[in-house]
């Protein structure tokens, strides 16, 4: 606490006679001691600030110009009118929501399914392993890997023929919700681990006791499960969800190279909606008015959810 | 007692019935793509896809002698360590600060600092692309490099943060009555008692820094700075599309490495990736 901090200098001060036994750091004034903390964290806050803030003011500033590569005209709330219009922008949020939230409660579900039958496993050790493979690659190599798989090379389709579910060719690229069950489903298979992982930890870290406890009760291993270990690990599971969530939200390496946003935009996330009007179509301006509007919901979910899911975390 | 253990052994096939599916939806992409690195390019897409098919070095020879292969993974190892050692070089004292001094605003600072992580990259690429323009730094491992660290600083600070608020204070306060300044007792007692910690946060940083595409995608516009990550989507013959049996390689390529790190750090790794909250 404060306190015990300031009580620590006085008795510092108070025994000034004794030079042998006077702690080096005492030797320093007050007032440097103050500031001590501020200087260790000072670089990293610095530095973060250059890419947070600063291009945080630049986009704000420039939201309010048209910008292709000459030079900035002002044209007032211009760019956030035409946001306010822009289906494809609209059309970008609602799919970073709908495909991150599917995504995310089939990899909860899944993630907690395989947990719950692997943490107390004797080769938990070697699920580990083998789930975590899909974790490791990079998400381009992924991305690749299922366009391959369920595009180009159309495996998936061909096995649906052989085992006779299909008869024809499957049109994952032509149909919206194709191209998105896709985007998911290498979501699914590359994320899942990585919960999996954070729900055996937190399950491995509860007491063994209370389980063995309700077990001689007479409780089977699903109840005790549903109603003594999954209420632990709300904290965990909040924790985890929220990184992941904030992830799914950011997602653009899958979409970049499985769908390009298509069919009709409707696999076209938020980055890549920015991505495309600025980097592709170079309206600049633009493409901040949209990065702002991100800026202020990132801020708003920050307060309102992150702190308090790594506040319950932490204890 | 024949009932009951007849439903335990239920439950066991129903368990490895389900561990055992999820393995294999896991390791069969896998598997198959690993096979397509070895195959020559006229047996990838084809009409029928082909289960069985010829072995073949193409892609291994082709990675190497038509690609800078070699500057690829030099750009990708070079980023990446400069990198973490920016990281850890500001992490460290920013983590002793906020896990061992009690001071004003201090849980702000801290919840600002991983808040960062939260920002999609593509919120900021566009300032970023500028300032690096502007700075000279387009196509360059130092643009990408410093963009890198920013990433990751949050999420190091975080785990050595959680490791450091582990350690009991009287180790600190035993070296500070034998008269040892701040600065050393972070440098002898503390950064030794938490180098699990330490190398947990620059593993996880360095696969993050691997897999890091956008900034990556803007920064590096010709082969001069390309990382692997990148490098992948560049792997296109023209018209002939995509050389998938060259972007597999590549892609195990560098996922080997990091396996084998993360092996090594198993134990950490649900305490790196949720940034030190959850206590594995």
């Known amino acids: 606490m404060n306190g015990s901090h300031l009580s620590d200098m006085g008795a510092a001060s108070a025994a000034p006679k004794l030079p042998t036994l006077k702690p080096a750091f005492k030797r320093r004034s007050k007032r440097l001691r103050a500031w001590f903390p501020y200087l260790l964290v000072a670089p990293a806050v610095i530095y973060l600030l250059m890419i947070t803030l600063y291009p945080g003011i630049y986009a704000a500033v420039q939201s309010f110009y048209a910008v292709k590569f000459g030079p900035w005209n002002p044209v007032g709330f211009d760019n956030y009118v035409r946001l306010w219009g822009d289906y494809q922008f609209w059309g ?9 939230a599917i995504s995310l409660i089939i990899q909860c579900v899944f993630a907690l399914t395989l947990a719950f039958y692997a943490y107390r496993d004797p080769w938990v050790k070697g699920w580990r392993i083998i789930f ?5 690659f990079m998400p381009s190599a992924v991305a690749f890997m299922f366009k391959l798989l369920f595009l180009d090379a159309r495996v998936f389709a061909d096995i649906l023929i052989r085992i006779g579910l299909i008869d024809g060719n499957l049109a994952i690229q032509s149909s919206i919700w194709g191209s998105r069950a896709l985007l998911i489903l290498t979501d699914v298979w590359q994320w899942t681990p990585f919960l999996f992982i954070i729900f055996v930890a937190g399950l491995q870290g509860q007491d063994e006791e209370i389980e063995e406890a309700a077990r001689l009760d007479g409780a089977t291993w699903g109840k005790i499960f549903w109603n ?11 924790v985890a969800l929220v990184i992941r969530a904030i992830d799914i939200t950011t997602m653009f ?5 499985v769908t390009k946003g298509g069919p009709a935009f409707g696999t076209e996330t938020i980055s890549f909606f920015i991505y495309r009007t600025g980097f592709k179509f170079f309206n600049f301006g633009y493409a901040s008015a949209a990065s702002v509007i991100m800026l202020i919901i990132t801020i708003v979910v920050a307060q309102l959810v992150v702190k308090r899911a790594f506040k319950s975390g932490k204890d | 007692m024949a009932s009951v253990r007849r439903t335990k052994s239920e439950n066991l096939f129903i368990r490895y019935l389900i561990l055992g599916s999820w393995a294999l939806f896991c390791l069969g992409p896998v598997i198959w793509f690993l096979s397509i690195g070895f195959r020559p390019r006229t047996e990838i897409i084809t009409p029928q896809p082909i289960y069985i ?17 070699a500057k690829y993974l030099r750009n990708s190892v070079a980023a990446i360590f400069g990198s973490v050692v920016i990281d850890l070089a500001l992490a460290i004292p920013a983590a002793y600060s906020l896990a061992r001094y009690k001071y004003r605003g201090r849980e702000d600072i801290g919840f600002y600092i991983l808040s960062t992580r939260m920002m999609a990259p593509a919120i900021v690429a566009i300032p970023i692309f500028f300032l690096f323009r502007n700075m000279g730094l387009l196509d360059t491992i130092w643009a990408l490099m410093l963009i890198y660290a920013a990433i990751n600083l949050s999420i190091v600070t975080w785990i050595i943060r959680s490791y450091m608020t582990d350690i009991p204070k009287e180790l600190e306060d035993a070296a500070r009555t034998d008269g040892a300044g701040d600065l050393r007792i972070l440098w002898e007692i503390i950064i030794p008692a938490v180098l699990p910690g330490v190398i947990t946060a620059a593993v996880i940083a360095m696969i993050f820094a691997i897999n890091e595409f956008l900034f990556t995608l803007l920064i590096a516009s010709t082969p001069d700075a390309y990382t692997m990550s990148v490098a992948l989507a560049n792997f296109t013959g023209g018209s002939d599309g995509l050389i998938y049996n060259a972007i597999a390689l590549v892609a195990f390529l560098a996922f080997v490495p990091v396996f084998l790190v993360v092996i090594a750090i198993q134990k950490h790794l649900s305490r790196g990736l949720t940034m030190g909250a959850v206590k594995g």
């Not at chain 1, 975590?132 to 490791?136: C, I």
């Not at chain 2, 098919?53 to 292969?69: G, R, V, Y």
């Open chain 1, 228 to 238: 003594i270990s999954l209420p632990l690990m709300r904290p965990v599971i909040a």
């Open chain 1, 92 to 100: 970008a949020l609602w799919n970073t929501f709908i495909m991150g």
């Open chain 2, 53 to 69: 098919s010829a072995l073949s070095l193409d892609a291994w020879h082709m990675i190497w002698s038509d690609w800078p292969m």
């Open chain 1, 253 to 257: 390496a899958n979409v970049f190279i």
């Open chain 1, 132 to 136: 975590l493979v899909p974790m490791l």
